[in-house]
Each structure stands twice: as C-alpha cells, then as structure tokens.
Nanobody, 127 residues
C-alpha cells in the first residue's frame, strides 16, 4: 500500500487557486514532518513548502511565499497545499513527502531528508 495518496491536481488559468491534498496511510502520521516539492521536466525536485509535526511551524520556498499555504490535519492524516494567484511558472508535478522525526517543530527543505513520497500530481497553469 502506498504510504501517501495525492489528489487535487488540475489544469487552471493564471490567477486561479487550487488545493492539493495528500493522505498518509502509514502508522503515526503525527510522527512525520510533511512537505511539498515540485518538479518540471529535466530539472531537480524543488522545495515548495513544509510543515512540522504539530502544524505550528511552516516554511516556504521563496517563489511561493505569500501565495501558497501548507496545512495538516492530524485527525484525518492529511496534509494540504492551498495555492493562490497561480502563475504559469508554478506548473509542475507536485509531490508530497513525509519525514519521520523526533523533533516536533522541525521542518525540512531538503528532499533527501524525506523517507516517503507520493506519486505526484500534475498542475498545469495557462497564461
């Protein structure tokens, strides 16, 4: 069973909003810091946003700060990425990821620190 099931990818117009969701099916969702990354063809995976185990600490990539919001629901084992004022350069495959950690306030911006990955969901933004 895949540990992370993603949903919400779509094709939208520039300026639109979109919400991505990711459900964790493994044990102890609360033991994981969560993150979102994105990737375009031929390029490396890029950090988008991260949230700590408790949800109290978040971090964002420079290009999305102020437009995207990451949140988690530990009761539903889900993490979401609310994307507003989308731009054509936001188009990518978006991946959610989970990083087990003993630190409740830790957030991780490096992909190699994440142990579990979703399959990715395509976001297309037309100008």
């Amino acid at each position: 069973q895949e540990p992370l099931i993603q949903s919400g990818g779509s094709s939208v117009q520039a300026g639109d909003s979109l919400r991505l969701s990711c459900k964790f099916s493994g044990p102890s969702f609360e033991a994981n810091a969560m993150g979102w990354f994105r990737q375009t063809p031929g390029k490396e995976r890029v950090f988008v946003a991260a949230v700590s185990r408790s949800g109290g600490v978040t971090a964002y990539g420079h290009s999305v700060k102020g437009r995207f919001t990451i949140s988690r629901d530990n009761a539903q084992n889900t993490v979401s990425l609310e994307m507003n004022r989308l731009k054509p350069e936001d188009a990518a495959i978006y991946y959610c990821a989970a990083a087990p950690t003993s630190y409740s306030d830790a957030v991780f911006q490096v992909a190699s620190l994440y142990d579990y990955w979703g399959r990715g969901t395509q976001v297309t933004v037309s100008s």
